[in-house]
């Protein structure tokens, strides 16, 4: 079973800054990849798929890269509306496990 | 527009199944498939398992195999997951969620609001 890591943990960013997730499988998941952005309260939304295509409805800020086993996500300059926690999930094969996320909070 | 909506919260004690529903419109339901996750309190999304609305084939994440079976009805175009023998670590947010590259291999592309279910005694 393929294990996904996400780091870091936390990410404390003051709005403006630009950020960068890290997101790491276990073996190969060529790109498929996806990353959703989770708000308290509320379902997860497909952000990223195929490692960097951009989800509808999210602006050009946000930003996937990778494949194989190193996967990022970069938001270029982060607005409230960005603070969230991000997962990471691939799908390549089954079981399709998500990373622990990294929660992109106010500093 | 597509929509998943799933039934209300639900109060179980241990031991006890639990079935939650997944309706789904603005799509044809038959031609893609629906994953389970789950939530629990703090934790990661878990990926629970996936089913073709089209043949009925399942896969199941292994930790829940045995307790763990998805369905469908494609007749309501309703999804269901049912949960048995059901302990307290089973509390979580569930979520249906489908992915329109009608593969079993896809992004989740739309999620349902999430149905809580809460397992105490």
């Known amino acids: 079973e393929i294990v996904m890591t996400q780091s870091p943990a936390t990410l404390s960013v003051s709005p403006g800054e630009r950020v960068t997730l890290s997101c790491r499988a276990s073996?190969?998941?060529?790109?498929?990849l996806a990353w959703y952005q989770k708000k308290p309260g509320q379902a997860p939304r497909l952000l990223i798929y195929g490692a960097s295509a951009r989800a509808t409805g999210f602006p050009a800020r946000f930003s996937g890269s990778g494949s194989g086993t190193e996967f990022t996500l970069t938001i270029s300059s982060l607005q409230s509306e960005d603070f969230a926690v991000y997962y990471c999930q691939q799908y390549n094969t089954w079981p399709q496990p998500f990373g622990q996320g990294t929660k992109v909070e106010i500093k | 527009q597509v929509q998943l909506v799933q039934s209300g919260p639900d109060v179980k004690k241990p031991g006890a199944s639990v079935k939650v529903s997944c309706k789904a419109s603005g799509y044809t339901f038959s031609r893609y498939d629906i994953t389970w996750v789950r939530q629990a309190p703090g934790q990661r999304l878990e990926w629970m398992g996936w089913i073709s609305t089209y043949s009925g084939n399942t896969n199941y994440a292994q930790k829940l195999q045995g307790r763990v079976t998805l369905t469908t009805d494609t007749s309501t175009s309703t999804a269901y997951m049912e949960l048995t023998s059901l302990r307290s670590d089973d509390t979580a947010v569930y979520y249906c969620a489908v992915g329109f590259c009608g593969t079993g291999h896809c992004p989740l592309d739309f999620w349902g609001q999430g149905t809580l279910v809460t397992v105490s005694s």
């Open positions: 073996q190969s998941v060529a790109s498929n």
